[in-house]
């Protein structure tokens, strides 16, 4: 009985939160589609998606963030933006961890997210990770946006790991274009949300979700040829971090 009790309970989490989810885009429509209907009015709809619609399905989750920074975004300043991938919520906690204004680079099947999917293609850099040309379209697209003043941010995972996996192998795209552009690279641990709401249907539950900004990695010094250490080195700072505090 009681296995049931939880298991409605987790359902019904599950459940509030694609409404949760809905409820923003749906009241704020009209002015999501008109800041995302051109690339000079980004700025206004991360703003918007940050505080009206990120902290709002967190705090309506029961999902409270506490952020610990050991080095903070100058504003202006572009950046790539990387952290370990285990849930939905990473996207939310990355919007307000971040008041730097910056665009994801994630995977194009979840154009297929209804509504969300909506905005996710007029606004995000999508990429198609078995076609190469999809991959080559990616760094020009990323360019435009750091010459607006962007960020940029990937989850370096390519996906969410097995659950039993504390934290999956990096690919190199994060770090080649952080390289080739001489932008710091922004390392972030994020505890808490496998917890909160993993993939996982029957799991998840409210508390809080931190996370840690490490300091940056400086690129200018770093050759292209270099990229696997920079790969590695960053991994190691986010796994040393979770195997200590997960």
């Known amino acids: 009985m009681l296995k049931l009790v939880k298991q409605t309970g987790q359902t019904i989490y599950r459940i509030w939160f694609y409404i949760l989810v809905a409820i923003?885009?749906?009241?704020?429509?009209p002015f999501l589609v008109l800041f995302a209907s051109r690339e000079a009015w980004y700025p206004q709809f991360f703003w918007m998606a940050r505080n009206l619609w990120a902290?709002?399905?967190?705090?309506g989750m029961f999902c409270f963030p506490k952020v610990t920074y050991e080095q903070r975004l100058v504003k202006r300043k572009s950046y790539m933006?990387?952290?370990?991938?285990?849930?939905?919520?990473?996207?939310?906690?990355?919007?307000?961890?971040?008041?730097?204004?910056?665009?994801?680079?994630?995977k194009k099947e979840l154009v297929k997210i209804p509504l969300f999917g909506f905005f996710y293609k007029r606004v995000c850099i999508m990429v198609d990770r078995d076609n190469t040309q999809s991959r080559t379209g990616v760094y020009r697209r990323a360019q435009r946006r750091l010459q607006q003043g962007l960020s940029i941010c990937i989850f370096p995972e390519g996906g969410v790991p097995e659950e039993h996996v504390l934290l999956d192998k990096f690919k190199d795209g994060a770090f080649k274009m952080a390289i080739a552009h001489k932008i710091p690279v922004v390392p972030m641990t994020f505890y808490d949300n496998k917890k909160r709401f993993s993939f996982t249907f029957l799991s998840g539950g409210p508390g809080k979700c931190r996370a840690r900004v490490h300091s940056f990695v400086e690129t200018h010094s770093?050759?292209?040829?270099?990229t696997a250490e920079l790969r590695t080195s960053v991994r190691e700072t986010i796994l040393n971090d979770l195997t200590r505090n997960s």
Request: no cysteine; aromatic share 14%; charged share 15%.
């Open 24 to 29: 923003p885009i749906l009241l704020f429509f």
């Open 55 to 59: 902290r709002f399905i967190l705090y």
């Open 81 to 106: 933006l990387v952290a370990n991938h285990t849930s939905m919520l990473d996207i939310m906690l990355m919007l307000v961890v971040s008041r730097n204004p910056f665009v994801f680079v994630g």
């Open 222 to 226: 770093i050759r292209p040829e270099d």
